[in-house]
Antibody
Framework: QVQLQESGPGLVKPSGTLSLSCAVS?????????WSWVRQAPGKGLEWIGE???????SYNPSLRGRVTISVDKSKDQFSLSLSSVTAADTAVYYC??????????WGKGTTVTVSS | EIVLTQSPGTLSLSPGERATLSCRAS???????LAWYQQKPGQAPRLLVY???IRATGIPDRFSGSGSGTDFTLTISRLEAEDFAVYYC??????????FGQGTKLEIK
């Protein structure tokens, strides 16, 4: 079965760029699925960041547009998140997920990113 | 943007009782586009229900979803100890594509 694993730095400086990857195992990223990033600030709810398909343009949450880029590397079966000009408000657990029928059916365990100098 | 409002914020019940969680949308949502998740502390969300009433793979039948239009409900017929968690509803729309409710915390009374 498909499993997802996030990776990346746990600490990012303010005004810097947050970069995370999500490795897909037990399956291929080049299926008909879209793949999402979702984050959760400490003690808060879930916020969808954006999604990508291996052969289509990504879609982003307008609240983050201009700062976020999601890309896919088919050769490595992974997709990535880049979030620029980060502030303390970007401190969160970041999850990658597989999109299913208008929902997300497989999630990574999440990775904590703290924005601090 | 469609806003999802979940109620109550916290629900205190005992094992064996029935839980009813509400999710109200600011505009009508197609049943196809409404999902529910469970999240336990330190864990990722787990998909429970999609299409408003279709249980995801492996989800016990004590979980059921219902509703249409702007009002949706997740019901847990007989609470077990493992069901105490935070529950989120989620909808799919145009922009942003996915939004979540603020969550309902189901705690042991």
């Amino acid at each position: 079965q498909v499993q997802l694993q996030e990776s990346g730095p746990g600490l990012v400086k303010p005004s810097g760029t947050l970069s995370l990857s999500c490795a897909v195992s037990g399956g291929s990223i080049s299926t008909n699925n879209w793949w999402s990033w979702v984050r959760q600030a400490p003690g808060k709810g879930l916020e969808w960041i954006g999604e990508i398909h291996h052969s289509a343009k990504p879609s982003y949450n307008p609240s983050l547009r201009g700062r976020v880029t999601i890309s896919v590397d088919k050769s490595k079966d992974q997709f990535s998140l880049s979030l620029s000009s980060v502030t303390a408000a970007d401190t969160a657990v970041y999850y990658c997920a597989r999109n299913a029928i208008y929902c997300m059916d497989v999630w990574g365990k999440g990775t904590t990113v703290t924005v601090s100098s | 943007e469609i806003v999802l409002t979940q109620s109550p914020g916290t629900l205190s019940l005992s094992p064996g009782e029935r839980a009813t969680l509400s999710c109200r949308a600011s505009q009508s949502v197609s049943r196809t586009y409404l999902a529910w998740y469970q999240q336990k502390p330190g864990q990722a969300p787990r998909l429970l229900v999609y299409g408003a009433s279709i249980r995801a793979t492996g989800i016990p039948d004590r979980f059921s979803g219902s509703g249409s239009g702007t009002d949706f409900t997740l019901t847990i017929s007989r609470l077990e100890a493992e069901d105490f968690a935070v529950y989120y509803c989620q909808q799919y729309a145009t922009s942003p594509l996915y939004t979540f409710g603020q969550g309902t915390k189901l705690e042991i009374k």
